[in-house]
């Protein structure tokens, strides 16, 4: 997989994003990791320049994580005394 600009790069994270939530940045690392042990340079250099574009969009958006299931949120100590 060889990006030649950085839409491409953009796009695969923001689709990483949407697919592994707060987790995209994990993956993107071990794939860089994957390739590089690989010895696939260009692969290795491609993925840390998403992993670069993950971050700064993790880090500005701040977004939660992706919930594939219906389960509710986990509670926080202050939920339960409200509740009373």
């Known amino acids: 997989m060889m990006m030649t600009d950085g839409s491409d790069d953009r ?14 940045a994990t993956v993107a690392r071990g794939n860089a990791r994957a390739a590089a042990l690989a010895g696939q340079a ?14 700064r969009q993790l880090a500005d958006k701040r977004i939660a994580p ?6 509710p949120p986990a509670s926080s100590p202050d939920d339960r005394l409200k509740r009373g």
């Open 42 to 55: 260009p692969q290795a250099k491609s993925w840390i320049k998403v992993l670069g574009v993950i971050q």
């Open 11 to 24: 796009r695969l994270a923001r689709d990483m994003i949407d697919v592994h939530g707060r987790e995209a």
């Open 66 to 71: 992706n919930r594939a299931t219906d389960d």
